[in-house]
Structure formats: structure tokens, C-alpha cells
């Protein structure tokens, strides 16, 4: 069987069988007639379901339309020469009433001639043969295909090239209320089965020919959300589960709910078959750019390049755009609803891969038979569900004119450093929005990107928008932007996060896959461009020094090998590139300073679909950094170590030397980022409130006199009430809790324990017994550890030991969750430099221990700081013994990993 290009929902009710598809009738109700008359007229089927089987043999379903006749074939098929028709009236068992020949033969006739308007006058239908038959064996119960095998072996009528065997009876309608049966065999011989003469003969007739000529239904998308189109999964289900394919909805189309009129037959069908000439459609292929176009009235079948075809270059889906004003088939519009009116979407296929589906502005499901909204009016913009665009710019009764948007990029973000865009020393990012405003995020001090102010709209004129320099050799940031016909422009950067005016400096460079500004590639002090074709063929543009180019040369092939290409910057001794592969690992390719490139190198791996943005100092540490930015805009920035690689550290202050203690305050004023606290020598307690990216805000002073305590550690929330709390304890062995609020104030503090000089150390793991309380913990002078656990008000239970031999780290520090198994861990340090985790169990004790790195004998001190860079995993600082205080990076799973910071 076929597989079809849409979704088929249980709302439509067919059966999948293993001989095909089929379904059962349903009784017959009444429709308004679309015409606008307001006659009540029958339809052809009371529910959605199809009535047409393609057969091998008499009564033999096939497995679906005959090969070359599915309507996704992307070429036409030869139009079928004129069918002779057998022409039969009969009288049933149980019925004997009477169908009038002439009647039946001017049926035919009407088909024929709507058929011959339709196809150029290729396809007619010509009675060559009259029969009045009296059956033996069908009789007015019958199922239709049970009617009509009886009578057609009755009959001893086969199938044959180019013959048809139409057949009426005297009932009123068919069984379940059908109002016309047709049965196919190749496309080009058929039969059909009608009952008795009635206003909708003559279009029932049109519809069930179609069904011999190959067609399916005329369907319409229905959903919920009233989206216009949807996708679907892998499984073929659609993505939107709100939607479903309405059988027969489609009601200005001859293959969809029969009315007193004859409509024109969608464009999918009338591509197929090759209908009419090889003008009537405008076969764009795979729609690229944005490009307009004429309609023609579709209904005139004597104009030319009436209907647009496109195949969306994302999805690959195939759609047809139609003109349905009043015109020849199509004159009964006159005083239809003026919704349907306007610019018919068609996609090919529906509940079927040989049916057609229209798109409608709402897709909601409307009520009774016939839809009043089919068509997109002027102004309005269709979108396919893969992102292409159709607006439609005008619409009168003799023409519209549309333009197709298949530029998914100008409406894609895109997000770049073009350097020190505003002049303030920093290097800056740009965004260009889905929406086509542009906004600069200007780089801040502690690794922060600022808030993004608006520089300009409109943007999404272009498909890409880069820049990396002095392009002009004016001394100030350009941007360079590409339309989709491929010119090439100019922003000059005023230096203060402006433009001056722009100006053309290329045509032709629609070509063009991706376009890289790499800064100076050749090594002659001018800012360059590098371009890639879609044959992976990578060119060097050399700028001029004036913002044009010198000539142009090719230095490399392969490059559509990667998801994305970026400039490296300062990564490499010159210029180069940074290349991702479609399995994430992330390669350096240094320039060579003359225009070439020296050997790769792997930079990193599991980069998954990140955009690339590299380059620039961000860190503000004197080496280049790379950006990722996942595709819902969310920022990450790698610290480069100077050496085209990361750092696996990095300096964050210095002068800290200058504290007796650094340890960290969790959220001490409550704005959401970690915090830390340093106390001098003095005793002055100072804090450092974090900005969420790996630095800090302005510190203050937040006490005095701190000098009296021997150690000071924060204890989270250790008595239930307000914000983070501090622990000090005093050499006589008192401790005391210093309370906050929350917001960085202190309450009153208060004795919470005595003897406490007999710990060499104490320090606060959070919830180390698993009670969801916070715990202290001391360690004796001979290593043993002793656990507190807090009791939530401020006190304490009764200790108990939890471990020994502590007395060999010269520091231990509670890690948080380091590991990322939700419970609190701690690390130790040895003064052969060694460092360890000792994970909590949750319980009052611990997993097994394991080394994490060595050299760490360079510190004075640590201290773990949860997510003080902003990303999802936990950090360390530490003091080295000049006083810089250093940032590292932890995996989340135990282990230290390259820096990473979120700038945003």
C-alpha cells in the first residue's frame, strides 16, 4: 500500500484492510447547496468516507491507485484517450422501476463535456453501447459493491483499455444514501453505479469519472487549533493531535461533496493526469528565495499559467496555489460564499496519496457539509508547516498576484559577535530576531553579556547577517547582510552601536551556503570574507581595505561536511575557522596568515546543534573564547586557554590574598545567583554578590569585628525562618548563629553551643542525614568526624560519628551536590595536592570516594559555590597563593570539566 503524505484520524472512520483501503456508507442527510440558492440538496455520502476502490479484477480491491496514478509522482501522467461507454439502466429484483435512457445519456454526456473543458479535449466519454437490463440477482438492499458485481457479471462486462460501464438503477440513492459509486482499474477503465436521476446527477456523474480517471477525494485539514498546516511524525501521525483529514471537505472541487454545480477539479488531480495543456501549471520545482507571481482564474481552462506548483524545500511537500473566482466550471462562485473566492492551497494528498487537501485560513472544523472559507484574500499570508510563506498581495475577480517566501533563514535567529560594536572596549553580540529587529548584547565586566537593546528593524530582508571588524578600514565594527536574490550589503558601524549609510557591495551571492567573516585571512591588514557553496567548495573574497573585494579564489572543498562554520579569531596563532561535525565534535582550523589554512585539530566534542559564535574575548582574560547558542537563544561561553583549547580554569578576581577566609554564601541577597563572602584580617566581612555568569556585582560590607571567630561557615537556612544563616565560632568553643533575613541582613545572633574548640574544623553540608534539615559536621584534631544534625529551628540532635582518619587533608569543604544524585557531598584536599569527593549516601554517610584531579596544593583555599557561573552545573573557586581567585567547572557527575559560563 501506498503510504500517504498525510495522517489518517480515526474522525474520518475508514478501515485499513489488507486488501486496501475501503469503508462503509452511512445514511444520506441534506446540505445547503453552495451555489447560494438555498435548496436543500442531498449529499453524495452522509459521512466522510470513500466510496471508490481501485480493482484489479471485478470485486477484487487492489492494494491502492494503480502504480503512476498516486498524485505524489512528480511527473504527470498521459492523459487517458476517450473512454467508450457501456450505458446500462436496470431494474432490480425488488425494484422495477424505470431510469430514462435519455436522461442517463445526457448524463454522460454532461460529464463528457465537463471532462473535455478539463483536459484540452483529450478525455471524453462516448456511449457506444445502450442496454436495459432486468437483474436476476441485485436487489435494492445491497451493498453498492455487491449491486454492481452482480449485474456487471450479469452482464459479462471486463475490464479494458478505455472502456467504462455505467450503470443506473431505480433507487432513489444507493445503499447508506451514496448518491454514485465508481470503481477504477489502471486509471484509464472503469465502472460506475448510479441511482435514479436527480438535480445532483450530472456532478455526481463528473466525480465518479474522476474516480475512474484516478482521482480520490477532494479533502479538507481540520484541527482544533485552527492552524492552516501541519506536520507530521515519524509514525505519520500528525504533530498537532487536534487535527484531522476531513473526507469530501473540500467543497469547490468536483471530488469533493456533490452540489448542483460541477466545479473545477484541483490542480493535484489535473497535474497528475496531465489535464488540459503543459501551460496550465507553472512548475517552480523546489521553491527557493522569494519570488512573486500571477494567477489566472483557475475555472478559465483557456488561460495559461493559471495555478502555481511548489515543492517546500524543508518538508519537500508539494502545494498548488489556485485563483477560484467565477469563471467557466467555476461561474457558480458568482453567488457562493465570497470566502471561496480568492487564493485556493492545495497539497497534494490527503486521506489518500491520490486525493487532494485544501489548506484554509481556519481549519476548525466547520459545521454542515460545506466550507465558506477555502480561500487566503489579499493581505493574508499562508505558511507551511516547515516555515515557507505564500502572501497574498492582491486578489481581483481577473487576477492575484502572491509571493513565496522559501527563505527559512530570514526568519530564523541569528546570533553573532561583530567585535566592539559600541565602542566601549568590549566585545559585543548581535541578534538578529525571527521577527527581523536587531538587537545588540553588549558585552559587560564579569563575563556578562548586557541587556539587549534594539539597533534596528527589518532585518529579516536578509538570510544571513554577519560581521567581525573593520570591513571599510574606517577604524569602527561593520555588519555585512545578504538578501535572498543574493546581494550583498554594507553596514558601516558608527562606533557607537549605530549605522551609517549602507551601500551595495556585491550581487550573485545567493550561491552561497554559508558566508564567514574570518577577520584578516591573508595577512595583509584587511578584513576578508570566506564563502561556501552547497558543493562544499569554501572561496576567499579578499576586502579591498575600502569595504569591496580583490579576486576571488578557491581554498578548500568538503566543507558542506559540517553543521556549522564559524570564524575562530584569536583560537589560532592567525585567523581560521571552527567547524562542527554533524556528530558534534568541534575542529580548529588555523589560518596559515597567507590566505590558507595549517592541520586541523579537534577542539571539542558533543556539540550537538549549538550555534557557533567564536572569536572574541569575552572573558575579558586576554584570550579568545567561543559562545554556543542553543536554538531557543540560550547562551554558553567556553573560556579559551589561550593555546587553541579551554581552559580548564579561569581567573575571576584578584587580590584576595588579602582575606583571612573566602567561602561561599549560597543566595545571601536573595536575587537569585550564589554569593560569596571573604573576611579580612581586620575582621571586615565583606560580600560578593555573584551576576549569575561566573562574576560578580559591586561588593559592600556587610560587618565588622568578625576577627573574634576562629572560623565562619554558611549554614543555609539553619533555623527554618528568613534567608541563608552564618555559623562562627569563637576560640573559647561557643558557637553562634548569625541569622538573615534573606536579603543580605542580619537578625539578632544567638549562643547555639558550647565546646565546640575541640573540632580542628566544622563545616555546613546542607542535609547530609537525609532529614530535610541542615546538618553541621566536625572534625576532630585525631580526624574523626562527628554529624550534627540540625533539628530546623536552630539547634541541634544528638551527634554521632560518621567517619575517621580526617586528619591527613589539609582542607576539607563541603562540595554541595557535586555529584548529581540530589544528596550533599564533601571534598578533600591532601597536601600532596591531591583532591577527593566523598559523596553522601543521603543517609548520614558515604559512597565510595575518588579522586578528582591533582596540584591542587597551588590553593590556599576552596570553596564550593554551587551555580555560580549560570549553567546547570555546580562550580568551585579557589585562592591561589598571589591572591587571583579561580573558577572551576564541575560535569554535575562528579568530576571537573573545561570552564563554562553563561554570559546571559
Given at each position: 500500500m501506498r503510504?500517504?503524505?498525510?495522517?489518517?484520524?480515526?474522525?474520518?472512520?475508514?478501515l485499513v484492510l489488507a486488501a486496501g483501503l475501503v469503508s462503509l456508507p452511512a445514511a444520506a442527510t441534506a446540505a445547503t447547496d453552495p451555489s447560494g440558492s438555498g435548496t436543500s440538496l442531498p449529499v453524495e455520502s452522509t459521512s466522510e468516507h470513500e466510496h471508490h476502490v481501485y480493482e484489479s479484477a471485478m470485486g477484487v480491491p487492489t492494494d491502492g491507485p494503480p502504480e503512476g496514478l498516486a498524485l505524489q509522482a512528480e511527473a504527470g501522467g498521459t492523459a487517458t484517450a476517450p473512454l467508450s461507454v457501456k450505458l446500462v439502466v436496470a431494474t432490480l429484483v425488488d425494484n422495477k422501476g424505470v431510469v430514462s435512457m435519455t436522461q442517463a445519456e445526457a448524463a454522460v454526456a454532461a460529464s463528457s463535456n465537463y471532462w473535455k473543458a478539463m483536459s484540452g479535449g483529450r478525455i471524453s466519454m462516448t456511449v457506444t453501447e445502450r442496454t436495459t437490463h432486468a437483474s436476476k440477482t441485485a436487489r435494492s438492499t445491497d451493498s453498492y459493491y455487491d449491486m454492481m458485481d452482480k449485474i456487471t457479471a450479469e452482464l459479462k462486462w471486463a475490464y479494458a483499455t478505455n472502456k467504462a460501464l455505467v450503470v443506473f438503477v431505480p433507487t432513489t440513492t444507493l445503499a447508506g444514501g451514496a448518491w454514485g459509486f465508481g470503481f477504477s482499474s489502471s486509471g484509464n477503465s472503469g465502472r460506475v453505479l448510479m441511482p435514479q436521476i436527480s438535480g445532483v446527477t450530472n456532478s455526481v456523474m463528473a466525480h465518479e469519472f474522476g474516480h475512474v480517471l484516478g482521482s480520490m477525494h477532494a479533502d479538507a485539514l481540520q484541527c482544533a487549533s485552527g492552524v492552516s498546516d501541519v506536520g507530521v511524525t515519524s509514525t505519520g501521525q500528525f504533530t498537532d493531535s487536534s487535527c484531522y483529514i476531513r473526507e469530501y471537505g473540500d467543497s469547490t472541487d468536483v471530488m469533493g461533496l456533490s452540489s448542483s454545480s460541477m466545479p473545477v477539479?484541483?490542480?493535484?488531480f489535473w497535474d497528475a493526469?496531465?489535464?488540459?495543456?503543459?501551460?496550465?501549471?507553472?512548475?517552480?520545482?523546489?521553491?527557493?528565495?522569494?519570488?512573486?507571481?500571477?494567477?489566472?482564474?483557475?475555472?478559465?481552462?483557456?488561460?495559461?499559467?493559471?495555478?502555481?506548483?511548489?515543492?517546500?524545500?524543508?518538508?519537500?511537500?508539494?502545494?498548488?496555489?489556485?485563483?477560484?473566482q467565477p469563471a467557466g466550471y467555476d461561474a457558480y462562485l458568482a453567488s457562493g460564499p465570497s470566502g471561496n473566492r480568492g487564493v485556493k492551497v492545495v497539497q497534494r494528498g490527503g486521506a489518500t496519496a491520490a486525493s487532494s487537501l485544501v489548506l484554509m485560513p481556519s481549519t476548525i472544523p466547520f459545521s454542515a457539509s460545506y466550507a465558506t472559507n477555502h480561500t487566503w484574500q489579499a493581505g493574508s499570508t499562508f505558511r507551511t508547516h516547515a516555515g515557507t510563506r505564500v502572501t497574498v498581495n492582491s486578489v481581483t475577480a481577473t487576477s492575484a498576484t502572491v509571493t513565496i517566501d522559501a527563505d527559512p533563514a530570514r526568519y530564523t535567529k541569528i546570533q553573532f559577535s561583530a567585535g566592539?560594536?559600541?565602542?566601549?572596549?568590549?566585545?559585543?553580540?548581535?541578534?538578529?530576531?525571527?521577527?527581523?529587529?536587531?538587537?545588540?548584547?553588549?558585552?559587560?565586566?564579569?563575563?556578562?553579556?548586557?541587556?539587549?537593546?534594539?539597533?534596528?528593524?527589518?532585518?529579516?530582508?536578509?538570510?544571513?547577517?554577519?560581521?567581525?571588524?573593520?570591513?571599510?578600514?574606517?577604524?569602527?565594527?561593520?555588519?555585512?547582510?545578504?538578501?535572498?536574490?543574493?546581494?550583498?550589503?554594507?553596514?558601516?558601524?558608527?562606533?557607537?552601536?549605530?549605522?551609517?549609510?549602507?551601500?551595495?557591495?556585491?550581487?550573485?551571492?545567493?550561491?552561497?551556503?554559508?558566508i564567514i567573516a574570518p577577520g584578516d585571512f591573508t595577512g595583509d591588514k584587511r578584513a576578508d570574507l570566506l564563502a561556501m557553496r552547497t558543493d562544499g567548495t569554501l572561496w576567499l573574497y579578499p576586502g579591498n581595505g575600502t569595504g569591496g573585494f580583490l579576486a576571488v579564489t578557491q581554498i578548500g572543498s568538503g566543507w558542506n561536511g559540517f553543521t556549522a562554520v564559524t570564524a575562530a579569531g584569536g583560537l589560532a596563532t592567525g585567523p581560521g575557522l571552527l567547524a562542527r561535525s554533524s556528530t558534534g565534535t568541534v575542529y580548529l582550523y588555523p589560518g596559515n596568515g597567507t590566505g590558507g589554512f595549517l592541520a586541523r585539530r579537534t577542539l571539542a566534542t558533543g556539540w550537538g546543534s549549538t550555534q557557533l559564535i567564536a572569536g572574541q574575548d569575552f572573558t575579558s582574560d586576554g584570550l579568545t573564547d567561543v559562545l554556543s547558542?542553543?536554538?531557543?537563544?540560550?547562551?554558553?561561553?567556553?573560556?579559551?586557554?589561550?593555546?587553541?583549547?579551554?581552559?580548564?580554569?579561569?581567573?575571576?578576581?584578584?587580590?584576595?590574598?588579602?582575606?583571612?577566609?573566602?567561602?561561599?554564601?549560597?543566595?545571601?541577597?536573595?536575587?537569585?545567583?550564589?554569593?560569596?563572602?571573604?573576611?579580612?584580617?581586620?575582621?571586615?566581612?565583606?560580600?560578593?554578590?555573584?551576576?549569575?555568569?561566573?562574576?560578580?556585582?559591586a561588593s559592600r560590607q556587610i560587618g565588622t569585628g568578625w576577627q573574634v571567630f576562629d572560623q565562619v561557615v554558611s549554614a543555609g537556612n539553619f533555623n527554618g525562618a528568613g534567608g541563608p544563616d552564618l555559623l562562627a565560632r569563637k576560640p573559647d568553643g561557643s558557637l553562634w548563629l548569625y541569622p538573615t533575613t534573606g536579603t543580605g541582613v542580619f537578625q539578632t545572633p544567638k549562643k547555639v553551643g558550647l565546646g565546640w574548640q575541640v573540632f580542628a574544623r566544622f563545616l555546613a553540608p546542607g542535609d547530609f542525614s537525609g532529614d530535610g534539615k541542615t546538618d553541621v559536621i566536625g572534625q576532630t584534631t585525631d580526624g574523626k568526624l562527628l554529624l550534627y544534625p540540625g533539628n530546623g529551628t536552630g539547634s541541634f540532635l544528638a551527634p554521632k560519628q560518621i567517619g575517621s582518619g580526617w586528619a591527613g587533608f589539609s582542607q576539607v569543604i563541603a562540595a554541595n551536590d557535586f555529584s548529581g544524585d540530589g544528596k550533599a557531598d564533601l571534598m578533600a584536599a591532601k597536601t600532596d595536592g591531591t583532591l577527593w569527593l566523598y559523596p553522601g549516601n543521603g543517609a548520614s554517610g558515604f559512597l565510595a570516594s575518588s579522586q578528582l584531579g591533582t596540584g591542587w596544593?597551588?590553593?590556599?583555599s576552596l570553596a564550593s559555590v554551587g551555580r555560580f557561573a549560570g549553567t546547570g552545573n555546580p562550580n568551585v573557586v579557589s585562592v591561589s597563593a598571589d591572591g587571583a581567585l579561580w573558577l572551576h567547572t564541575g560535569t554535575g557527575k562528579g568530576a571537573f570539566q573545561n570552564v563554562v559560563l553563561n554570559p546571559r
Open positions: 503510504s500517504f503524505s498525510r495522517s489518517i484520524a480515526s474522525v474520518t472512520g475508514l477539479i484541483s490542480a493535484p493526469k496531465g489535464l488540459g495543456a503543459a501551460t496550465d501549471i507553472r512548475d517552480l520545482g523546489v521553491a527557493s528565495g522569494v519570488k512573486s507571481y500571477t494567477l489566472k482564474p483557475w475555472g478559465d481552462t483557456k488561460q495559461a499559467y493559471r495555478a502555481v506548483k511548489f515543492t517546500d524545500p524543508v518538508s519537500r511537500e508539494v502545494y498548488y496555489l489556485e485563483l477560484r566592539d560594536f559600541n565602542g566601549d572596549g568590549r566585545p559585543d553580540l548581535i541578534s538578529r530576531e525571527a521577527d527581523g529587529s536587531l538587537l545588540l548584547l553588549p558585552g559587560l565586566g564579569g563575563n556578562k553579556l548586557g541587556t539587549a537593546v534594539k539597533i534596528g528593524t527589518g532585518w529579516n530582508s536578509f538570510n544571513t547577517v554577519f560581521g567581525n571588524g573593520d570591513f571599510n578600514g574606517d577604524g569602527k565594527t561593520d555588519l555585512i547582510a545578504r538578501t535572498s536574490n543574493g546581494d550583498l550589503w554594507l553596514y558601516p558601524g558608527s562606533g557607537t552601536g549605530g549605522f551609517l549609510a549602507r551601500k551595495q557591495i556585491g550581487s550573485g551571492w545567493e550561491g552561497f551556503l554559508r547558542a542553543s536554538t531557543t537563544g540560550a547562551i554558553t561561553a567556553y573560556a579559551g586557554n589561550g593555546s587553541g583549547g579551554f581552559a580548564t580554569k579561569l581567573k575571576i578576581g584578584s587580590g584576595w590574598g588579602g582575606f583571612s577566609q573566602v567561602w561561599e554564601a549560597g543566595d545571601f541577597d536573595g536575587d537569585g545567583k550564589p554569593d560569596i563572602l571573604a573576611r579580612t584580617t581586620q575582621g571586615a566581612l565583606r560580600l560578593y554578590p555573584g551576576n549569575g555568569s561566573g562574576g560578580f556585582r596544593n597551588a590553593y590556599k
